[in-house]
């Protein structure tokens, strides 16, 4: 075997057929999978450098997942062996994973196995999970400047705009979100300190905030309008000029002459409202589900009690036949020796005839 690696001009060639072979091994022979592992796992072999390429099969990917989650426990979660730190911080202390350290060979087949998912898709399903909706009547004065702000910045190029359809949330999320209409705003987005920090270079604009927060919402906007980014830009830039060249009316003005009383904001209202609605949607959604949930019980209910009495009528047949059969049996038995007693008898008594003969 040595000889014929050592003959082989591309060492690369080598590496796919073995690899191939591996591949097609424990397809026939899943009991390999232990072994396959741990060449998987050293990473070393050239028997399976190539793994991934030829691991194209999910039931035999699935395989080495199984081997993955016997060895390492249910709680395992696989992560490239050049990850950082803190993405092992996360992992570790965050979503309670017991984080095994592979190669790329391993995490590549391990993920055409489709029992692992992948770290971007687990960590957006964690921050989903723990995200926390503020109300705004607890925002600050600031940050519900900010927002006024945004909104009226949004209005330049989408004067439809509402922050009815705007929540506030808890999350460690970096970009803006949504979920279906409502636009999700992580919380730090409004403070001004937590977004200056991260583009010191714009410390010196007092309107970087707001115009930050209205550039990410407004790819969020579900539009009618048919209008280019870039080109809502434009026209943003365009009417904040003719307002610095006091040929427009400042886009905040009704703003700050209305105030920041929440009673004297409609669309707060309108916001509580539909939310309320929605709450007593989703309670009437929950009822309803319940009724289907008990309504299906009781038909599997049924459902399981003739299964059970089709059971007990197949197991009383059963006990009847057994009993016929156990009845014929018997007397075949005691035919049997009652013929094998009388050729006895009749055997004895000619071998007392002879005798006496004798």
Not at 1 to 20: F, K, T
Not at 85 to 101: G, P, T, Y
Request: charged share 30%; aromatic share 6%; net charge negative.
């Amino acid at each position: 075997l040595d000889r014929d690696r050592r003959a082989i001009i591309h060492r690369s060639d080598i590496e796919h057929q073995v690899s191939c072979m591996w591949a097609k091994a424990l397809d026939q022979k899943p009991q390999w999978a232990n072994r396959y592992y741990q060449l998987l796992s050293e990473g070393s072999a050239c028997d399976v450098r190539q793994a991934s390429f030829y691991m194209s099969d999910q039931q035999t990917a699935g395989l080495v997942a199984r081997e993955f989650f016997r060895q390492h426990g249910n709680d395992a979660f696989p992560l490239i062996n050049t990850a950082a730190a803190d993405m092992l911080r996360k992992f570790s202390n965050d979503l309670k994973k017991e984080v095994v350290l592979c190669n790329q060979t391993l995490l590549d087949i391990l993920m055409k196995s489709g029992q692992v998912p992948t770290a971007d898709s687990l960590l957006h399903k964690h921050r989903e999970n723990t995200k926390v909706k503020i109300s705004i009547a607890e925002l600050k004065d600031d940050q519900k400047q900010v927002l006024e702000h945004a909104a009226n910045l949004i209005r330049i190029v989408e004067p439809t705009f509402s922050l009815t359809y705007v929540d506030i949330i808890e999350t460690e999320e970096m970009n803006i979100g949504s979920t279906g209409r409502r636009i999700e705003i992580p919380s730090w987005m409004l403070e001004r300190d937590a977004v200056v920090g991260l583009h010191a270079e714009a410390s010196d604009h007092p309107f970087f905030v707001e115009a930050n927060l209205a550039l990410g919402i407004l790819p969020r906007i579900q539009s009618d309008r048919r209008m280019r980014g870039d080109l809502r830009n434009i026209i943003m830039i365009a009417a904040l000029s003719a307002q610095a060249h006091e040929k427009a009316e400042p886009f905040c003005r009704t703003m700050h002459e209305r105030g920041l009383d929440m009673e004297q904001l409609g669309w707060w209202k309108e916001r509580e409202k539909q939310l309320h609605e929605e709450a007593r949607l989703s309670q009437s959604s929950i009822k309803d589900m319940e009724e289907a949930h008990r309504l299906k019980l009781i038909e599997l209910t049924g459902i399981k009690d003739k299964l059970e009495k089709k059971l007990d009528e197949k197991n009383s047949t059963h006990d009847e036949v057994r009993r016929e059969l156990e009845k014929h049996f018997q007397k075949l038995l005691d035919g049997k020796k009652s013929q094998f007693k009388t050729t006895m008898d009749s055997a004895i008594a000619d071998n007392g005839k002879l005798a006496v003969e004798n």
